[in-house]
């Protein structure tokens, strides 16, 4: 039975991933400090540990105790347009985390390091984004997934250590937080529906992505430590199909049954159009089909409805308040 550990596993992605390697038959230990996940969300067939990525004698002690075939390394604070105003926060705990767990597995010899980035590191690139593109990230959230990735890759070259990288994007479905304000917009709207809210929007809405629902991104990254052509690979993965934010706020009162006016805020710092290319992770995995946005929403709509609305939480740190979206301040 190998042995995995899953860090970020009470969260959104990490969830998933641990019920799948489960089903795949590995043995499985969860790192999580709760920041964003939640302890009843982690399979009970799970060994849960709470702790940070960040604390680097607690991560030494678990690839002592547990002996480690693979890690996955799912745990980040994933809020692209934040990041612009905790760069601090950011970088020590989506970069510096992510560096004492390569460590650790370059020193103990696992198989194989799987790590999920972010379309992110693609920035403003004129979609479809493709891996043989060269990343040019535009915020501070895809500079550090792209430090990582570069890490692995010299990780790779020097001490033999194997990894896979995938790069997800607009990840949505059941369990995820949607109490978090700052990101996940398709949680964002189901909240504020919930709560009687207007939906907030940044600018006229007609940024397009492609919002990817669970089921066609967690498997994949579960399984790929058993298919030998993923090995020190980068793959897409995730939706094909893109849309605006105003047909996504349209496709999400349809599903909720719920009809709220739409709240036009100013613009923010982001990148208006992306989408990828997953023409490698089809041809590697075999994907033949995606579920449909409206398939999607709906099933997370249920969840949703049953979860019930949550108090969105505020982000206590910010370290720049310079061009800080009032949004952020005032709500």
Same mark, same amino acid.
């Given at each position: 039975?190998?042995?995995?550990?899953?860090?970020?596993? @009470?969260?959104?992605?990490?969830?998933?991933?641990?019920?799948?390697?489960?089903?795949?038959?590995?043995?499985?230990?969860?790192?999580?400090?709760?920041?964003?996940?939640?302890?009843?969300?982690?399979?009970?067939?799970?060994?849960?540990?709470?702790?940070?990525?960040?604390?680097?004698?607690?991560?030494?002690?678990?690839?002592?105790?547990?002996?480690?075939?693979?890690?996955?390394?799912?745990?980040?604070?994933?809020?692209?347009?934040?990041?612009?105003?905790?760069?601090?926060?950011?970088?020590?705990?989506?970069?510096?985390?992510?560096?004492?767990?390569?460590?650790?597995?370059?020193?103990?010899?696992?198989?194989?390091?799987?790590?999920?980035?972010?379309?992110?590191?693609?920035?403003?690139?004129?979609?479809?984004?493709?891996?043989?593109?060269?990343?040019?990230?535009?915020?501070? $959230?895809?500079?550090?997934?792209?430090?990582?990735?570069?890490?692995?890759?010299?990780?790779?070259?020097?001490?033999?250590?194997? $990894?896979?990288?995938?790069?997800?994007?607009?990840?949505?479905?059941?369990?995820?937080?949607?109490?978090?304000?700052?990101?996940?917009?398709?949680?964002?709207?189901?909240?504020?529906?919930?709560?009687?809210?207007?939906?907030?929007?940044?600018?006229?809405?007609?940024?397009?992505?492609?919002?990817?629902?669970?089921?066609?991104?967690?498997?994949?990254?579960?399984?790929?430590?058993?298919?030998?052509?993923?090995?020190?690979?980068?793959?897409?993965?995730?939706?094909?199909?893109?849309?605006?934010?105003?047909?996504?706020?349209?496709?999400?009162?349809?599903?909720?049954?719920?009809?709220?006016?739409?709240?036009?805020?100013?613009?923010?710092?982001?990148?208006?159009?992306?989408?990828?290319?997953?023409?490698? @992770?089809?041809?590697?995995?075999?994907?033949?089909?995606?579920?449909?946005?409206?398939?999607?929403?709906?099933?997370?709509?249920?969840?949703?409805?049953?979860?019930?609305?949550?108090?969105?939480?505020?982000?206590?740190?910010?370290?720049?308040?310079?061009?800080?979206?009032?949004?952020?301040?005032?709500?």
């Amino acid at each position: 039975m190998p042995t995995s550990l899953v860090t970020g596993g @009470a969260g959104f992605i990490g969830t998933h991933v641990t019920n799948h390697l489960i089903k795949l038959g590995h043995k499985v230990i969860v790192l999580d400090d709760l920041s964003g996940g939640f302890e009843d969300f982690v399979n009970n067939e799970a060994i849960f540990i709470k702790g940070s990525v960040t604390d680097e004698n607690l991560i030494s002690q678990l690839f002592i105790d547990y002996k480690f075939d693979y890690v996955y390394h799912l745990a980040a604070y994933a809020a692209e347009g934040l990041s612009h105003f905790i760069r601090r926060f950011n970088y020590n705990n989506n970069l510096i985390g992510s560096i004492n767990l390569i460590n650790e597995a370059i020193k103990h010899k696992v198989e194989r390091f799987v790590f999920t980035s972010s379309i992110a590191v693609y920035g403003a690139l004129t979609p479809p984004m493709r891996e043989d593109m060269h990343p040019q990230p535009e915020d501070p $959230y895809g500079v550090a997934k792209y430090a990582v990735e570069l890490d692995l890759k010299t990780a790779h070259e020097m001490f033999g250590l194997n $990894y896979t990288i995938f790069r997800p994007h607009n990840v949505y479905g059941e369990y995820q937080n949607i109490g978090d304000k700052y990101r996940n917009v398709i949680g964002i709207f189901m909240n504020q529906l919930m709560q009687g809210k207007s939906l907030s929007v940044f600018g006229d809405g007609l940024q397009t992505r492609a919002f990817s629902y669970i089921d066609d991104v967690a498997p994949y990254i579960a399984n790929c430590v058993n298919i030998k052509a993923t090995e020190n690979e980068i793959f897409n993965i995730g939706a094909d199909q893109e849309y605006t934010i105003l047909q996504l706020a349209e496709t999400i009162q349809n599903a909720m049954g719920i009809n709220q006016p739409i709240m036009h805020l100013d613009p923010r710092n982001e990148v208006v159009h992306a989408h990828a290319d997953h023409q490698k @992770a089809k041809t590697i995995f075999g994907i033949d089909k995606f579920t449909s946005l409206e398939t999607g929403i709906q099933k997370m709509a249920t969840w949703a409805k049953d979860a019930g609305a949550r108090e969105s939480s505020k982000f206590e740190n910010i370290e720049i308040t310079e061009k800080l979206p009032p949004f952020w301040v005032e709500n």
